[in-house]
């Protein structure tokens, strides 16, 4: 005990202290995640993975380094040490935290939705993974929560690339893009917004009461929200003479 108190006093100091064992070195590691000191338990937990090939906690240790690695967000890193986790010690009581883990490097190295959206589709494909594979699991609900993130910049994009196509005077590319939310993406809050865009397309059409019908609509099922007002306003405008 005397030992491993020195030890985390010097790592305090910032700089790694001698280690007399693979034991010792896990230890120390864990107490310097424990303590936020995420650099400096890297080292350690990188030198024991590199040392413990095969061992009985490298599997613990990988998952811990991917750990560390996110909370530096260092995401490539961390996804690196997840994947591994997964692939080379899939009986692991780590896997269902480095799956999680995995789909959070993910999402982290996502773009925002005027962007490509490949990050949002690898971390919504890990999360779901992560549900089926260990249901019960303590961060199954947090898992669902990110999910609907996920889906929700989805639809977000979609949302903004129909809107670009109505700027462009182009109705009926908008329209597949909207029809996928109201259809794909009905948990999200982007469906009222893709009904809008949808009374749009119908309105650059020349299909007036279908519009105006469609607009109707939305005033009646958010009332009290801007998109109502905005829908009522459009109506005014397509039900002059």
């Not at 811990?64 to 692939?87: I, M, N, P, Q, S």
Request: charged share 30%; aromatic share 8%.
């Amino acid at each position: 005990m005397l030992l491993l108190g020195l030890a985390l006093a010097g790592c305090g100091a910032g700089v790694l202290p001698p280690i007399r064992s693979e034991e010792e070195r896990l230890a120390v590691a864990r107490q310097l995640l424990d303590r936020g000191e995420y650099v400096a338990a890297t080292e350690l937990l990188r030198t024991y993975v590199a040392n413990n090939a095969g061992g009985a906690d490298v599997d613990q240790a990988i998952y811990l380094l991917g750990h560390a690695h996110l909370k530096t967000k260092d995401w490539v890193a961390a996804a690196g040490e997840f994947e591994r986790l997964l692939r080379d010690y899939p009986e692991s009581d780590s896997s269902a935290a480095a799956r999680f883990g995995l789909a959070e490097s993910q999402f982290a190295q996502s773009r925002p939705p005027d962007f490509d959206q490949e990050y949002t589709h690898r971390a919504l494909d890990e999360w779901r993974r992560y549900l089926e594979a260990f249901p019960g699991h303590w961060q199954n609900d947090a898992a669902r929560e990110r999910i609907l993130a996920c889906r929700t910049r989805l639809a977000d994009k979609l949302v903004r690339t129909g809107a670009l196509y109505l700027k462009l005077s182009l109705p009926k590319p908008a329209r597949v893009y909207f029809e996928r939310v109201t259809t794909e993406y009905q948990d999200t809050v982007w469906v009222a917004e893709a009904e809008m865009g949808l009374a749009m397309c119908e309105a650059r059409e020349g299909r007036r009461p279908e519009a105006i019908a469609r607009l109707a609509s939305i005033e009646a099922r958010y009332p009290g929200q801007p998109i109502a007002n905005r829908a009522a306003r459009e109506r005014k405008r397509l039900e002059r003479p």
